[in-house]
């Protein structure tokens, strides 16, 4: 089963910019679309970004369109997920997995944005 680390996290002012990365193990990565998803406080999961296996296609949910950017390297079997002009509603853990999910869930990373 693929295992899934996410890291970057962190407290940062309204404004600010955060890289989060997803270390997924297993040769299963290359093939998955990837995605982002946060889960705050008393809400459902959402998911915010997608990426396809090439990378030639992104998507991104509209509360974060145009701020957030994902990426990806197969090589290192990793996803990235550049978040610039954080807002306090982003707060939130955040995760990665398959789109649509396909295997356990990681421990997700905090992301607090606070004045």
């Known amino acids: 089963q693929v295992q899934l680390v996410e890291s970057g996290g962190g407290l940062v002012q309204p404004g600010g910019s955060l890289r989060l990365s997803c270390v997924a193990s297993g040769r299963m990565f290359s093939i998955w679309t990837m995605g982002w998803y946060r889960q705050a406080t008393g809400k459902q999961r959402e998911l915010v970004a997608t990426?396809?296996?090439?990378?030639?296609?992104?998507r991104y949910s509209d509360s974060v369109k145009g701020r957030f950017t994902i990426s990806r390297d197969n090589a290192k079997n990793t996803v990235y997920l550049q978040m610039n002009s954080l807002k306090p509603e982003d707060t939130a853990v955040y995760y990665c997995?398959?789109?649509?999910?396909?295997?356990?869930w990681g421990q997700g990373t905090q992301v607090t944005v606070s004045s």
């Open positions: 997995n398959a789109d649509p999910p396909g295997t356990s």
């Open positions: 990426i396809t296996t090439s990378s030639l296609g992104t």
